[in-house]
């Protein structure tokens, strides 16, 4: 018997209850008026930096955005197992196409903020104790098309997140990436 078993299970089982709450308070388009979609997304627990960033961004996009009601955030870090949702492939994909169901894809617009470590081809994604999938670009472009969304603000906060400038890149998306494909962000 293992506590940390007892844990990844228990955190596991409780992903769908704890995306399921987060997204019923989502409120729909406006059919009146384009409006901005919120989602970021802290994938790596190794600093609290990427939680706090995400949280501050919320706030930021709700308070002058006007995206109360249409932001969600996701986060791996063990102080948040009970209250957020993961931070995982899988709960991305399923946050981006219940987002797209919520948007009016014509006029709408989705701003994804993901926030973590970084390498060539990928994004970061761990959290104590669980194997956890990395974000890669193939992965976050088919999650983007197959939940319809045509309007995209992706901004990608990591070493050498400009590696996902070429999949992601088309007609309808703006991308910000915090450095080259072959740079790290800082130093």
């Known amino acids: 018997y293992s506590p940390e078993q007892t844990e990844v299970e228990d955190t596991l089982f409780r992903q769908p209850a704890l995306l ?54 996701l986060i791996n870090d063990p102080k948040t197992l009970e209250t957020a949702p993961l931070a995982n492939n899988r709960n991305i994909a399923e946050a981006l ?33 669980f194997r956890l999938n990395q974000i890669t670009p193939d992965g976050l472009a088919t999650a983007l098309d197959e939940a319809g969304i045509t309007n995209r603000v992706l901004i990608i906060s990591a070493c050498h997140s400009g590696s996902f400038i070429p999949r992601l890149k088309n007609d309808n998306t703006l991308i910000m990436t915090a450095a080259r494909a072959d740079r790290t962000s800082f130093g």
């Not at 894809?105 to 104790?129: E, K």
């Open 20 to 73: 399921d709450k987060a997204l019923a308070a989502l409120t729909p388009s406006d059919d009146t008026r384009p409006e901005i979609f919120f989602l970021a997304a802290a994938p790596s627990s190794a600093q609290d930096v990427f939680a706090h960033e995400v949280t501050a961004a919320q706030q930021l996009f709700d308070q002058r955005f006007g995206t109360r009601g249409h932001s969600l955030v």
């Open 97 to 129: 196409k219940r987002i797209g169901n919520s948007m009016d894809a014509v006029n709408d617009v989705l701003v994804l903020f993901l926030t973590s470590h970084g390498a060539d081809g990928w994004i970061s994604v761990d959290l104590p104790g």
